[in-house]
Structures are given as structure tokens and as C-alpha cells.
């Protein structure tokens, strides 16, 4: 019965993925398949059977057969764009080496995907990619311009965990190399993560000594004043030396 209201088996179809019955979830998304023939609907539901597959165990050889035919199949269209994200993740997982041309894949798909969702995990991941290969500069870069010109969607949060997690280290970096402005910069641009308490306050020590260095002693005095009065009694002592 459910074949013949496609509407409802598509919602029968993704409550059966989102509690992870993957093996329902493929046979239900392929049932979909044949009675759907609107381009972009038939696209999805082609690609959310493939991905039920793939975390059914299905081989990657043929998962990957399966995304590439999608996007030949429906070109242009939210599924072709999925399809060709998660065919760049497939191909980097199998070969960690290929992460340069898989940025540049990320890169390309984010600039021509006209739908947001999509966008945002393109460039999540080449940021992602960045980081793993140790270029963190080039992942915050990527990762602010993300959050600022996304700003909501469900890869916003994922961007600003993995911006509270590499910030510490590059701005620690900039200071040890004396790149103070830099640091500084750095620091204010993504000023609401230290405003919430969501990096460790110890680096704003190391701020409070990169305006010194700058001779931007009022901004140092601040940051000084503030994590004492974070401290306990015994550990003040080693903020106001700095004042003496």
C-alpha cells in the first residue's frame, strides 16, 4: 500500500535510516526508486539507498560504482552533488595520499553546489583536510569564512568544535614565532569562543603577552586584571608579577 503513496514511504524510509536499520532502510529507499520519476526526488532517494548500503557493509568498490552513476544519472541535482562529496570521501579514505586533489574536489563542489547543505560539508571537510595534513593555518581560514557565511545548518557546529579545538596551537604558534598582530587578530576575530568561556583561559596569558609585545599595554592590563580575577588566591600572584 505504501508504494502507492510515495510520500509516505519516503517518511517510512527515513525513519527506518535514522534509526540506523540499514538493511530495511536500502531495500525501502530501492522500493522508492521505482515509483518516484521526478528527477530531483528520484535522485535522492537513489542516493539515501546507496548510503544505506554503505553503512550496511556493502563493498566500497561497488558503493562507488553506485555514486558515480548517480551523478551521470542526474546531473546538476542535490543528489549528484551528495554523490560526488561522499564518492571524495571514499576515494580519500581508501588513500590518505590523494588529500591534495581531494581538497581540491572539496574546493570546486563547494563553489558550484547551489544548495547550502551541501556547500557547508564541502567546505567543512576541505578544512578538515587542511588540518589533518597540518596546514591549521589554511583550515581556520577555511573554517571562519564557513561559519560566516553559513552561519546556521547542521555543519556550523561541527566547523566552530573543530575551530575551538585548533585555534589554541595556531595562535600559540604565532606568538612563539613573534607573530604577535597576527595572533592578536586572530584572537578578536573569533573573539565570541573566548567571550563563552570555550578555549582554555591559560591562552589568554600568552595574549596578554603578545600585547605587550605590541605595546598594547591597556589590552595586556586588561587580560591581566581579568584572569586574576578568575584565579584563586594562591595562584594570582603570577598575574600581578607581570604588572609590577
Not at 561559519?147 to 573543530?162: D, F, K, M, Q, V
Amino acid at each position: 500500500a505504501l508504494r502507492e503513496r510515495p510520500f509516505s514511504l519516503n517518511a517510512f524510509c527515513a525513519t527506518l535510516y535514522e534509526q540506523k536499520q540499514w538493511q530495511e532502510a536500502a531495500t525501502c529507499y530501492q522500493d522508492l526508486t521505482e515509483v518516484l520519476t521526478e528527477p530531483d526526488r528520484l535522485g535522492m532517494a537513489s542516493f539515501r539507498a546507496v548510503m544505506a548500503a554503505l553503512h550496511r557493509g556493502d563493498q566500497a568498490s561497488e558503493i562507488t560504482a553506485r555514486l558515480g552513476r548517480i551523478e551521470d544519472a542526474f546531473p546538476n541535482t542535490e543528489a549528484a552533488f551528495r554523490a560526488a562529496v561522499k564518492h571524495t570521501d571514499l576515494r580519500y579514505l581508501e588513500d590518505p595520499a590523494w588529500h591534495s586533489t581531494a581538497r581540491t574536489y572539496y574546493r570546486a563542489l563547494a563553489d558550484e553546489s547551489p544548495y547550502r547543505a551541501v556547500t557547508g560539508e564541502a567546505c567543512f571537510k576541505e578544512a578538515l583536510l587542511y588540518h589533518l595534513h597540518d596546514d591549521d593555518s589554511t583550515a581556520i581560514s577555511r573554517l571562519m569564512t564557513l561559519t560566516r557565511n553559513l552561519r546556521s545548518g547542521s555543519i556550523i557546529p561541527h566547523a566552530e568544535a573543530l575551530l575551538i579545538q585548533i585555534l589554541p596551537g595556531e595562535i600559540r604558534r604565532l606568538i612563539e614565532a613573534g607573530d604577535y598582530l597576527e595572533a592578536v587578530v586572530l584572537s578578536r576575530q573569533n573573539r565570541r569562543f573566548f567571550d563563552n568561556n570555550w578555549i582554555d583561559a591559560d591562552l589568554l596569558t600568552d595574549l596578554a603577552l603578545a600585547h605587550e609585545r605590541l605595546g598594547s599595554y591597556r589590552e595586556a592590563l586588561d587580560l591581566y586584571l581579568y584572569l586574576a580575577s578568575r584565579a584563586s588566591r594562591s595562584e594570582r600572584e603570577q598575574f600581578f608579577l607581570p604588572l609590577a
